[in-house]
């Protein structure tokens, strides 16, 4: 075998990346069910397993060939009853999945490992078979029929017949035409009754234009509910008899909840798009492409005089600029990717991590459907991780000290997500011990974050900062405290890099909530242009809660913060014009812009407005750096560029202020 | 087929008076595409020469990647010296610096930024730098084109380079400073 590559072709990993996680979502379906997996949820891991090993295999992937290999092999003892699906086998396979989601990616960094674990899947031991007389001998199938069965589905008809329920047989027959079709409904409706363990051809039919079929059901339904999940279509329907007399019992399976979770989208480096959108922006491009021949056309429209020239031309750009904002709404509906595989992850995640620090912690997700930018979603991943991280090893308590502390032994944290306008809310709450800010306190005067005097009089929100300051966060010593202040710097400088921010709620004993607030997309911002001593600014309108005119009169705090009331608050106000050292203009400070983040606010005092704008941002690239107070740029008409204000940062650093915060470590 | 080397001529002509600034396809002309003179061995230096104030600079040909005629640039808040501002150039946001103050010479720097700024003087130009951080500018007072010297013509400080000061060449015009970029953003 030739050596691997070191990245693999992205076809290969995008589509391994998915399938590997449709794998992962269904095993964990799997472990809801662990004492009597659902044969169905069973077979499509099965299936999944096997066709990432076709795919590997392909690709030339041999290590994720043999992984997958391993995989699938135990899955099959699984589904023919050779094997039992304990937790800890669970555990292998759900390794496995993050192995595989490696491997696609980058294979050289985790080869030994795929190695061992392979192994390690292989030499599960098969489980006791169980003993004593096979309970298939005693059901009366016709000799033809037993023969074409599979193990899988004699192994599904023992199952049957061990929980005591009745092996149906029904001919059905079919419409050419409609078969195919017919018979999945009929899959579908069976589904509630019982489980349809094989579908055979039938005996041939009398007419040529039908198919007909024998199907044979496990079902503990009575033969009416059978009948009605026929549907009136025309059947024979039977029990097959069973020797030596043993009636079905009372105490059948309730019929099966219905399966959640599709085979939906993964989260690679490539994005699959809906062939209908792109039809959409193909259309789109014609569009444009007929009003670009319009312009040429009017370019030797001499017997226009200028006035009706005029009068086209801007006709013309009307048209244009209609199809140019389509075009760009339908772009950014295309990056748009449901927050299900991430949250996926995160299921994986919290089991992997509560095993490792023996905790016992449930996931629970809320508002997997929302949608954001495929590039959020990226970049989304890491902090989102710390976040879980720091949940599980500094936030829930073991459980022992749950039960002493009045709460159930397992820990909860919820992972949700909402959107509310342009902006998603991601908010990750935990009911673990949450974080003792007396004790931030102490260490945040230990470490020269704060002086004494400051600390004192900081509220718990003023100290929010101090916990995700680099200075707190390196102190090792801090985290096997309830402090929880480990690497959240880290967290806060990528929530910023999308345009977010980060915040949170905690009580000592209840636990913590971390809030994340995102814009939907990256790709454009709509701003709110505001002038500054002659100068014009972009604010995000994602965080502009308010504007009001201002009258220049405000209260001055202790400690010269300045305050003006809105709506029954009062907020600290800063001048832009000041903060930036900008000269003061005699028309200054005339509006209010009031901004916010969660629930701290600022109002922001300029000199005019310019309206709105969707405005396509850059980054001020890698020699700027961070400019504190900006997150970028972006082109507003022929060569003017105008600077996008980083709400977050000017909140922390009015907030804050260079006062509060003496030091940094 | 021999390539007949582009006269100076030639290459200010590119560089020069376009009737968009934004000309772009500059980019081409790096040292790469620049062919050695053969008749003087080939290993002949080629260098732009710019003003600042009453005195003459160069840097390397090669580094530089295009030339704007100098326009009003966006301020960056609480931005220190060097630092001018920004321009957007064709997407990427380039950052703009002053070179006089790291070659010492007098004046305050004009300011070149946001609206209270004059109108840049006819005759100054942003040098766009190619550097390992991405492009940057130099604003600088005129340019006055594209020297050709051998590497023997230069005085090269003793001991190496000092601070950003690569070597002086003398001509019977006077003196004019090489320099590196880099050295100047900083």
């Known amino acids: 075998m030739s050596p691997e590559r070191d990245r693999p072709p992205p076809e290969f990993s995008s589509e391994a990346v998915e399938t590997a996680e449709a794998l992962g979502r269904n095993l964990l379906l799997l472990e809801r069910t662990a004492a009597d997996p659902d044969p169905e949820v069973l077979n499509s891991v099965f299936r999944q397993a096997h066709s990432l090993k076709g795919l590997a295999a392909t690709f030339g992937q041999q290590r994720m060939t043999e992984l997958a290999h391993a995989a699938e092999d135990l899955l099959d003892r699984f589904r023919l009853g050779k094997a039992r699906l304990t937790p800890a086998r669970l555990d292998l396979l759900l390794e496995a999945v993050e192995l595989f989601q490696r491997l696609a990616e980058e294979p050289s960094s985790v080869v030994d490992e795929a190695r061992v674990l392979a192994g390690q899947l292989s030499s599960v031991e098969e489980g006791p078979e169980r003993m004593g007389e096979d309970p298939l001998e005693r059901l009366e199938l016709a000799p033809e029929t037993r023969r074409v069965l599979t193990e899988f589905e004699e192994h599904r008809l023992r199952e049957t017949l061990r929980r005591g329920e009745l092996v149906w047989s029904a001919r059905v027959e079919y419409p050419l035409e409609t078969f195919d079709r017919e018979l999945e409904q009929l899959k579908a409706r069976l589904r509630g009754v019982g489980e349809l363990v094989s579908t055979l051809p039938g005996p041939a039919a009398d007419r040529l234009d039908v198919l007909a079929f024998v199907l044979l059901l496990g079902s503990g339904a009575g033969e009416g509910a059978l009948r009605a999940a026929f549907a009136g279509a025309p059947v024979e329907l039977r029990p097959v008899p069973v020797r030596k007399e043993r009636r079905p019992g009372p105490d059948a399976d309730a019929p099966r909840p219905a399966r959640e979770g599709g085979e939906a989208g993964g989260a690679a480096r490539t994005l699959r798009v809906d062939i209908a959108r792109l039809d959409a922006l193909m259309d789109d491009v014609g569009e444009l492409r007929l009003i670009g021949e319009a312009i040429r056309a009017l370019s030797d429209a001499r017997e226009l005089s200028t006035r009706a020239w005029t009068v086209e031309i801007l006709r013309e750009h009307r048209r244009l600029v209609r199809r140019l904002d389509i075009l760009q709404d339908r772009l950014l509906q295309a990056r748009m990717v449901p927050l299900r595989p991430l949250f996926d992850r995160m299921q994986r995640l919290v089991r992997r991590m509560a095993r490792e620090a023996g905790k016992e912690v449930v996931l629970e997700t809320s508002g997997a459907e929302v949608q954001i930018d495929k590039r959020l979603v990226e970049e989304l991943s890491d902090p989102l991780v710390h976040l879980v991280r720091n949940a599980i090893d500094h936030g829930i308590e073991p459980a022992g000290l749950r039960e002493g502390r009045g709460k159930p032994r397992t820990g909860r944290i919820l992972l949700s997500a909402e959107q509310l306008g342009a902006r998603v809310v991601l908010a990750l709450a935990d009911d673990g011990g949450g974080v003792d800010w007396a004790r931030v306190r102490e260490v945040a005067i230990q470490r020269g974050l704060l002086d004494e005097e400051r600390a004192r009089a900081a509220s718990d929100r003023d100290l929010q900062s101090v916990l995700f300051s680099p200075g707190f966060s390196t102190a090792s010593a801090v985290s096997p405290m309830s402090g929880r202040g480990v690497g959240l710097d880290v967290v806060k400088t990528n929530i910023a890099g999308l345009s977010g921010v980060i915040d949170v709620e905690s009580r000592v004993g209840e636990g913590s909530t971390f809030r994340v607030t995102l814009p939907v997309t990256l790709a454009t911002v709509r701003g709110l242009l505001v002038g500054v001593s002659g100068r014009v600014y972009a604010v995000p309108l994602s965080s502009v809660l308010d504007i009001l005119s201002h009258d220049g009169r405000h209260g001055v705090t202790e400690d010269g913060r300045r305050m003006v009331p809105v709506r029954g608050y009062n907020i600290p106000v800063v001048s832009l014009a000041e903060t930036f050292g900008l000269p003061r203009r005699a028309e200054a400070g005339v509006y209010l812009v009031v901004v916010g983040v969660a629930e701290r606010r600022l109002g922001l005092v300029v000199d005019a407005l310019h309206g709105q704008r969707d405005l396509v941002t850059q980054a001020l690239g890698p020699r700027l750096g961070q400019v504190p107070g900006i997150s970028g740029a972006a082109e507003v008409g022929h060569h003017h560029t105008v600077l996008v204000l980083d709400v977050g940062a000017l909140l922390d650093e009015v907030l804050r202020g260079p006062p509060l915060l003496v030091a940094r470590a | ?186």
């Open chain 2, 1 to 186: 087929m021999s390539a007949v080397p582009p006269t100076v001529e030639a290459i200010l002509a590119r560089f020069r008076y376009r009737p968009d600034e934004e000309s772009g396809g500059l980019a081409e002309l790096s040292t790469a595409n620049v062919e050695p003179d053969r008749a003087s061995g080939g290993d002949e230096l080629q260098l732009l020469t710019f003003g600042l104030g009453k005195g003459e600079y160069a840097v390397g040909l090669g580094t530089v990647t295009e030339i704007l005629r100098a326009r009003t640039l966006t301020e960056i808040p609480r931005a220190r010296p060097p630092l001018l501002g920004v321009l957007n150039l064709r997407g990427t946001i380039t950052p703009v610096y002053d070179p006089s103050l790291r070659l010492g010479l007098a004046g305050p720097a004009q300011p070149c930024a946001g609206p209270d700024c004059p109108r840049p003087a006819r005759a100054a130009r942003i040098l766009v730098v190619r550097t390992a951080l991405g492009p940057a500018g130099l604003w600088v007072d005129r340019v006055r084109g594209v020297q050709r010297v051998r590497p023997g013509a230069l005085e090269r400080p003793r001991g190496g380079p000092t601070g950003g000061v690569v070597g002086v060449l003398s001509t019977p015009e006077g003196s004019c400073t090489i320099v590196d970029p880099e050295w100047l953003f900083r």
